[in-house]
């Protein structure tokens, strides 16, 4: 269409909201979606709904229909103080009108260097420098880099694999992809992908008959020191979610296991990455995860939350014995990697107003509280004879749907989805696993719709199944 040829009145006119969803589905490629099970002629059991959004506010989401539907998953468990935050946004304008972005390599400016001064101190300073990148996967894979370089300048150029839990996903790109263990995208992807070393997850689900969580972290770290003993000179590090390993459906682990993994790092002389990209940022109780365990990590990754959930930030923090291992006259020892947003000054802005608000909220202390009210809230659920390995740690709550039916089983996830929404809830199911990952602001009316519609819609798709 020629838009010299419309009127101005035309051109100035929005496109009508009952079009976006069908022009979404002609022009976008949206993620993780098998795009036929979008398609506005499907209305069976594999339909899942298009929702248009147009606006958000604290912690829903309106559709352009002006339905309403309370953000359960906090946007794929990056937003933690709500849609349209009035501080966040405050931050955003202010940083506007002073820098939007310049290159990282040669320069440096205000946000990045107090974002990094910040994180550094909320560890004690004992991981003292901060690499940066734009997403999850790509934190992985410079944490994954750094390891193997830092050990090739360290004169240990043998220490080339890696380590990942039965179960574990650290992102899509192809080094993230090699330390990940979900079968859908090792058929699909395996030829491209150099093999990582998978060994037992301490998921407190695989507990054999009178074993305790920490009995199965005793036993999977057990897995572990096998390997180092056989492989122990050849692998650079292990990578592990602490507390809550989130895509494989949400298995969560004792603390334990953490301080386990250090003690062997330490003894075979291994990195320890913990991804901490979906747990950080408050999520489990903590900070950071790896503070249930009092250990910390060699390299730990953050994204999702850092920013607030606005803008796409990711970040390594690593130790000044890694830091050192690069600081060298020879720029073939320096670590060779870069992204053209790096250290993004508006992301880091956010990033930085995010922080004010934990540190001005007082957030752990009051999640605390709130966490409380939740599970409480859910107890209906977590009592169902259907409801399987109720379990909770932090802002995360999880559960697993007993469904017997093979088919059932099959469509639970996006017949769960497409319910919630009738409920005024937005619930992505893993498989047969429903999590709940709210952002940090719910009241307790939130609290409630929340809970009640979760019960409904579950008994809902039950009944229907």
Known sequence: M??????????????????LTARSLRSVWHPC?????????NEGPDAMPLIPVSHGRGAWLYDTEGKRYLDGISSWWVNLF???????????????????????????????????????????????????????????????KMSFHAWRNAGHADKQEFVCLRGSYHGETLGALAVTDVALFRDAYGPLLRQAHVVA?????????????????????????????????????IIVEPLVQCATGMAMHDPLYLTLVRELCDRYQVHMIADEIAVGCGRSGRFFACEHAGIWPD???????????????????????????????????????????TGNPLACRAALATLAIFREDDVLQRNAARAAAITAALAPLAAHPQVANFRQQGMIWAFDAIVDDAQAAKTFSRRFFAGALQNELLLRPIGRTVYLMPPF?????????????????FEQVMAAQ
């Open 33 to 41: 979606t098998q795009m036929q099970h979008h398609a506005q002629e």
């Open 82 to 144: 709500g849609h349209a935050n009035a501080r966040i946004n405050a931050a955003l304008k202010d940083q506007l009108d002073r820098l939007e972005h310049a290159m990282l390599s040669g320069f440096t400016h205000e946000p990045v260097v107090a974002l990094s001064e910040q994180l550094a101190a909320l560890t004690g300073h004992r991981l003292g420098h901060c690499f940066y990148a734009s997403d999850g996967a790509s934190a992985v894979e410079i944490a994954l």
């Open 299 to 341: 390299f730990l990754c953050l994204s999702k939350g850092i920013s607030g959930g606005y803008l796409p930030l990711s970040l390594v923090m690593t130790t000044d014995a890694i830091y050192q291992a690069f600081y060298h006259p020879d720029a073939a020892r320096g670590f060779l990697h870069s992204h053209s947003y």
């Open 201 to 237: 997850t301490p998921d407190a689900r695989t507990a054999r008959d009178g074993e305790s969580a920490a009995d199965v972290a005793r036993r999977a770290a057990a897995d572990l020191e096998a390997l180092l003993q056989a492989r122990g000179s050849r692998i650079a590090a």
């Open 2 to 19: 020629n838009m010299q040829n419309l009127s101005p009145d035309q051109a100035n006119t929005p496109p009508q909201p009952a079009g």
């Open 441 to 457: 602001i719910l009241d307790d009316g939130e609290i409630d719709h929340m809970a009640g519609a979760a019960l409904r819609t």
